[in-house]
């Protein structure tokens, strides 16, 4: 099995002081996971050179994630906003240039939250744009980036594998990939198999997100992780997967509010880390 398997930064830690990268990275690579993803929201607030050493010594890779928000929506028909996305992302892809990562994923395509009206074609073009723009800069430091679709209640511009596929081909670019994560796929797919199937056909699966269907702990909810996994391994997957979870034990000022986190879904997050890491060892990796 050749696959990298990470860990979302927020089971450890809201945020990134080097008291709290040093228990994250540390406690990451201890829990038994090769990388770990950090949630650059605010990519100014990290320090690189420090994270980059860290990872160094725990042996560690790193991707980057982000959700935009209504400040820096590049789905707006404003400009301005749409300007303020573009520097915002431009930060983000120098971290993980910075901290030796190829990968930013996310919701970097418009704002992580809910919307109450549709996306408009002036805000989808914006947004086509802008990641191609970003692909451009992206290519000249091997960095992949990764669109990750959503449920309806966090994006009004992605919310299926296939629609995420169309989007790709319109900024046609090669260095922008599907990101799939089985917590959005499980309220907007028909199916776990098909997108998976559909993307690497496309040559487009780049990143997954392993997310139980509330949030909590891998194989606690109702996402069928059997029929999941069995597609990863008909279609050879070996890019990143990485452990998602959330409770309100760990907080991001913002993060944590945009994708809803209101109930304690766990208080120990190396019992949660390790306990998903050893799901993922015995229902995907040894099978
Ligand atoms: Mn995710």
Redesign the pocket.
């Known amino acids: 099995m050749s696959n990298k398997i990470g860990i ?1 930064a927020l089971v450890w830690v809201g945020g990134w002081s080097e008291r709290e990268a040093r228990h994250a990275i540390s406690s990451s690579a201890a829990a038994g996971y090769d990388l770990i993803e950090l949630a650059a929201i605010q990519p100014e607030l990290f320090d690189a050179d420090l994270t980059a050493r860290l990872l160094a010594e725990h042996g560690l890779s790193a991707g980057v ?1 982000l959700g935009l928000d209504d400040t820096t929506d590049v789905s707006s028909d404003d400009p301005d906003i749409v300007a303020a996305g573009r520097k915002r992302l431009d930060l983000a892809l120098d971290l993980v240039r910075d901290v030796g990562g190829d990968y930013l994923g ?1 919701v970097i395509f418009g704002k992580l939250g809910r919307y109450t009206t549709p996306l408009t074609e002036r805000g989808r073009a914006h947004s086509v744009e802008t990641i191609a723009r970003l692909a451009d800069r992206a290519a000249e430091s091997g960095i992949t980036l990764g669109l ?1 679709f ?1 449920n309806r209640y966090e994006t009004n511009v992605l919310n299926t594998t296939e629609q995420t596929l169309a989007f790709i081909a319109e900024t046609g670019r090669d260095n922008v990939v599907a ?1 799939l ?1 089985t ?2 796929m499980n309220i907007e797919e028909t199916s776990f198999r098909e997108p998976v199937l559909a993307a690497a056909a496309a040559g487009k699966l780049g990143y997954v ?1 392993v ?1 139980e269907s509330h949030r909590g702990q891998l194989g606690t909810g109702s996402v069928p992780w059997a029929e999941f996994f069995e597609a990863l391994h008909e279609v050879d997957y070996r890019g990143t997967i ?1 452990f ?1 979870s959330f409770s309100s034990e760990v907080v991001h000022p913002t993060l944590s509010s945009a994708l809803s986190i209101w109930r304690n879904l766990w208080t120990d997050g190396m019992d949660l880390a390790t306990g998903a890491r050893a799901f993922l060892k015995q229902n995907y990796e040894t099978r």
Do not use: I, L, M
């Open positions: 979302h994630s996310g990750e959503c990101h994560d917590y959005h997100h997310g990485t998602e």
